[in-house]
């Protein structure tokens, strides 16, 4: 059942929703700065540990007889006989020799420790074996003979006891409220108390801090209150001035006067009330008005003794006409925002919703970073003020110039690019040329001979592996010929080199003359070809017979050639 309440209690938590009344103890009280309770109900040790420690306390510590005879009070008004309590007593996993471990025989408070000038135990003399955890500890009473005293007992933390017994301890405390003789015969007064720990009722030696008490029929509530760093609370309420004076003598430091019908308190002679209208303290000198306002103090020149208190930009008077407190400025109407509104101490802040920006006070949508941008193929958002321009597939931005786009391939080959309203009109990447079936072959620089020594080809590009022989021994470029030398002497001195193409979105890009030679072998080799089928044509038609027929098919070769040249994808 506890178990069930407990569940009820934890889960809305969790889930944000508003929590359950706390359970109630049957019984309670509190000993100067501690407090019992006892909770009954089925319960497991754990789930009574965390009852108790969702209240602000920990299960009971029965460190001496004067906790055992709390216990013993708690349950003289509770009918059933012999209910097992859990206390905060509990053995870990392991085995130990009881007879060597004190008088705990190795259990442990749930607080850490063994502290104790008390131990109950129900069967002592029977223990002959270790004991082995992980155990814990219940008290039981036994109402027959009289009186019932509890003594401990050792029982599995996963069995289900009656109830369990909770401690709260609190720094300061107040005594029960003191209330005129004459005002309670005259009329029927009752006092409810309540405890921060959930326990109501009107019988108690002493109320712990945060305690509030409701006195009827006067209408009068209060709190226990202490002052940081006192061990004895007072009640107190938040409204300033004197209550009944029936009740605490109205609350007033010394005198409580209700002869007029409303309550007032008044002061010694060298004493000016202070601003909770109950508390006193000697007439302060004209020059400490400043330690009597939060904020600043006017002094009135008129009036001796007398003084105003003013708060900054921002605050307010609060009741007591002393301190200051902030002024939401958010609920005022119209709103100071143009959408969201968050108040701060002496001040607020606007604030925009998802999807807006705050801009000179007002909230708009932000710009597309996109907007006014040259991509040639696509553009792509960065964040909300950058971005990025993207190609199509086959294609990767241009290293020199990222907003316009040029063909890339990093394999021996790949599809070429054509015009889908002219096939024959078709594009390759550099370093490729336009094979069957519309496809670019990568072009294999290493059998042109564009290396003297060793070639490596890569997809687009190619690298020589300069030799000794090479002004570039040992180095990686496009070119390690000695005739070159001089012509770099104004540069680096040193060869370009060629980057090693891998898997990335950038082309490999060659050197510039890679173009030159590629285009000079092509022209050479053209007019060898043209030169030899003219020299074949001039023999062959001196046979007469078929010239006709020779001018078609010598004709058509340079014809294929120039096509070839013609449909040769002219560089990106």
């Known amino acids: 059942m506890l178990r069930v309440l407990l569940l009820g209690m934890l889960a809305p938590a969790g889930l944000g929703l508003p929590v359950p009344t706390d359970p109630q103890p049957r019984g309670s009280q509190c000993i100067e700065h501690d407090c019992f309770a006892l909770f009954r109900g089925p319960a497991t040790f754990l789930a009574a ?185 007072r009640w107190s309420r938040e409204a300033p001035g004197a209550w009944d004076c029936s009740v605490e003598n109205g609350g007033c430091e010394h005198f409580c006067n209700q002869s007029a019908g409303t309550p007032h308190c008044f002061c010694l002679g060298d004493e000016i009330l202070q601003a909770d209208g109950r508390s006193c303290a000697t007439a302060p000198a004209e020059h400490s008005c400043e330690t009597l306002c939060e904020h600043f103090c006017v002094n009135n020149p008129d009036v001796p003794g007398s003084y105003t208190c003013m708060c900054e930009t921002g605050y307010q008077l609060a009741a007591d006409q002393h301190r200051c407190e902030d002024v939401d400025d958010c609920l005022q109407v119209p709103s100071l925002c143009p959408q969201r509104c968050v108040n701060k101490k002496g001040g607020f802040e606007c604030q925009c919703y998802p999807g807006y920006e705050l801009v000179d006070g007002e909230c708009v949508e932000p710009l597309d970073p996109c907007f006014g941008s040259n991509c040639e193929y696509q553009c792509q958002p960065l964040g909300q003020t950058d971005y990025r321009c993207v190609c199509a597939e086959g294609f990767v931005p241009k290293p020199s110039d990222p907003n316009r786009c040029q063909m890339f391939c990093n394999q021996t080959s790949c599809p070429a690019d054509c015009d889908p309203n002219n096939p024959d009109n078709c594009r390759c990447p550099e370093g490729y040329i336009l094979d069957e079936g519309s496809m670019c072959t990568d072009i294999d620089e290493c059998d042109n001979g564009y290396c003297p020594q060793e070639c490596r080809n890569l997809p687009g590009s190619y690298q020589c592996l300069c030799g000794p022989d090479s002004p570039f021994a040992g180095q990686v470029g496009t070119d390690c010929d000695t005739s070159k030398v001089n012509e770099e002497e104004e540069g680096s ?65 340079a014809k294929e050639v120039v096509l070839q040249q013609v449909r040769t994808p002219q560089k990106l």
Not at 52 to 65: A, D, I, K, N, Y
């Open 49 to 233: 540990s965390q009852v108790c420690e969702h209240l602000q306390g920990h299960l009971m510590t029965v460190r001496s007889s004067v906790a055992a005879d709390v216990i013993s009070l708690l349950l003289s008004g509770d009918s059933d006989n012999g209910p097992t309590l859990w206390i905060g007593l509990q053995f870990p996993p392991g085995c130990n020799d009881p007879g060597h471990l004190g008088p705990l025989r190795g259990f442990q408070w749930v607080t850490g420790d063994q502290n104790t000038s008390y131990s109950r135990w129900a069967r002592l003399q029977e223990e002959q074996t270790p004991i082995c955890g992980p155990l814990c500890v219940a008290v039981s009473t036994i109402r027959s003979p009289a009186p019932p005293e509890p003594v401990w007992e050792e029982q599995q933390c996963t069995a289900e006891a009656d109830g369990f017994l909770c401690e709260f301890e609190f720094k300061a405390s107040c005594r029960p409220l003191a209330v005129e003789s004459r005002a309670a015969a005259a009329a029927s007064v009752s006092i409810t108390y309540s405890t921060p720990f959930g326990a109501r009722g009107a019988d108690f030696q002493a109320l712990p801090n945060g305690s509030s008490a409701v006195v009827a029929p006067f209408g009068v509530e209060l709190v226990c209150a202490a002052e940081a760093g006192k061990v004895e609370a």
């Open 493 to 557: 001195g040193e060869p370009s080199a060629s980057p090693t193409p891998g898997a990335t979105l950038s082309p490999s890009p060659t050197g510039p003359m890679h173009s030159g030679v590629l285009i000079g072998i092509s022209i050479a080799s053209l007019s060898l070809v043209v030169a030899l089928l003219a020299l074949l044509c001039h023999l062959r038609k001196k046979q007469g017979a078929m010239r006709a027929e020779l001018e078609y098919k010598c004709g058509s070769p």
